[in-house]
């Protein structure tokens, strides 16, 4: 297969890696906060993944479908496609544990089956029978012809092998060889990305890194999709299976440290911010600190439906329709619109109490500036006290 040269550009961040997988291990985490962060996480990874292969939908698009809540603006296909993407994870990260786990050719098959919504028109779970080429549309070219349809089966199946046997490579290694490897093959009519994406971070799960942090590299390639697809230029202009992927593995590599480090301060500043929330439920209202989940959402400027809390608080509808008439009536929620259109946003009073609860004072909200400049105070507020040391968890 492949071949690539470890630099010390890859060395040095592999060391980084290692680093903050250490302290981040070291960091216990509440249950409530690692579910929603694992919620968070993969809402922006299936949204930048299925928008990079051109299904546009916005996070909280898909946030609301991975909670059953479809908005109507959704197509019930592409909702498909996020609910098969979310299950193809899902998929992984449970096979990731088990003590027998082998890498088969079925295994990929399984996963692009799911990837693909069980769409067996797409070809879903089965290699293509035909040669297919990538073209770059705005040039009107072909960039890369992949091998012929007879090879793919057992092309794979040495794929999965070379992963099976290859336990001394460090796992952000190997997650980019098996990457950039499937990728060339390009095995399917359909979702080679979010296949070969998905097996990336099925191999740094195993090889680890099981921090919410490190499961998916997809929102980091979404927001750097020219440099995500410039890093295949590697693999020449048609399958060679002696290609040097040095500079994709860099470029994974380095990824996967940009992605970490950026997710490292934001995460421990919502983390505080969910704290307080817990702290504002708990005080104020001597109410649950499930409310919580409806609270961090309005903060961060979503709409929540009755639906969507059920599923995020795994409550009934009156225990649900309890909560958010006791949050509105308190000026936490504003309530917009009825019945099932009925939907709840950041109440009037929610940002001031956020601020005291969190110790940064009231008097730094001024309630004649818009809620975004409100909400963008306090978080700067958090991350500071996090940067000098303080409650960072």
Same mark, same amino acid.
Not at 34 to 59: D, H, N, P, Y
């Given at each position: ?11 040095? $961040? ?26 968070? %996480? ?55 544990d ?7 050719? !079925?295994?990929?098959?399984?996963i ?44 794979v ?41 998905? %097996? ?33 230029a ?7 299976? #002696? ?14 440290t ?6 490292s301060?934001?995460?421990?500043? !919502? ?7 817990? $702290?504002?439920?708990? #005080?104020d209202?001597?109410? $649950?600190?499930r ?52 939907r ?23 309630p ?26």
């Amino acid at each position: 297969m492949y071949m690539f040269e470890p630099t010390e550009g890859i060395r040095r $961040d592999l060391a980084r890696l290692d680093e903050l997988r250490t302290r981040f291990d070291a960091q216990p985490l509440m249950r409530a906060w690692l579910g929603r962060t694992r919620r968070e %996480l993969e809402a922006e990874a299936v949204a930048a993944s299925t928008s990079m292969e051109g299904v546009a939908l916005t996070v909280d698009e898909v946030r609301r479908i991975l909670a059953g809540d479809r908005p109507r603006s959704v197509s019930v296909e592409n909702a498909g496609l996020v609910e098969g993407y979310r299950d193809a994870m899902n998929f992984v990260l449970r096979r990731a544990d088990d003590p027998h786990f082998q890498w088969q050719s !079925e295994l990929v098959l399984g996963i692009h089956y799911r990837v693909l919504a069980e769409d067996y028109s797409h070809g879903a779970g089965r290699f293509r029978t035909s040669q297919n080429r990538l073209v770059d549309a705005m040039a009107q070219r072909q960039v890369y012809q992949p091998p012929p349809p007879e090879a793919v089966p057992q092309l794979v199946a040495e794929l999965a092998e070379s992963v099976q046997s290859a336990r001394d490579v460090p796992a952000p290694i190997a997650a980019a060889l098996v990457h950039v490897s499937l990728a060339g093959i390009h095995p399917f009519s359909d979702g080679n990305g979010r296949t070969a994406r998905i %097996l990336s971070s099925l191999v740094l799960y195993r090889g680890g890194f099981r921090r919410p942090e490190f499961t998916s590299l997809e929102e980091w390639w979404g927001r750097h999709r020219e440099d995500y697809y410039a890093s295949f230029a590697c693999l020449g202009s048609e399958w060679d299976p #002696h290609a040097d992927v040095t500079p994709f593995v860099e470029a994974h590599v380095r990824a996967q440290t940009c992605q970490v480090e950026a997710l490292s301060l934001r995460l421990s500043t !919502e983390r505080h911010l969910w704290m307080v929330l817990e $702290d504002l439920v708990r #005080h104020d209202l001597h109410g $649950d600190p499930r409310m919580a989940n409806v609270l961090y959402d309005a903060f961060l400027g979503r709409e929540t439906t009755n639906r969507y809390y059920r599923d995020l608080a795994d409550v009934s509808v009156p225990t649900a329709t309890n909560d958010l008439v006791r949050l509105d009536a308190a000026g936490l929620l504003r309530a917009l619109g009825a019945g099932r259109t009925r939907r709840y946003v950041a109440g009037p009073r929610l940002m001031s109490l956020v601020a005291r609860t969190a110790g940064l004072g009231e008097s730094m909200i001024d309630p004649d500036q818009p809620v975004e400049s409100q909400r963008d105070t306090i978080l700067v507020g958090l991350a500071e006290r996090i940067r000098a040391g303080g409650r960072s968890g």
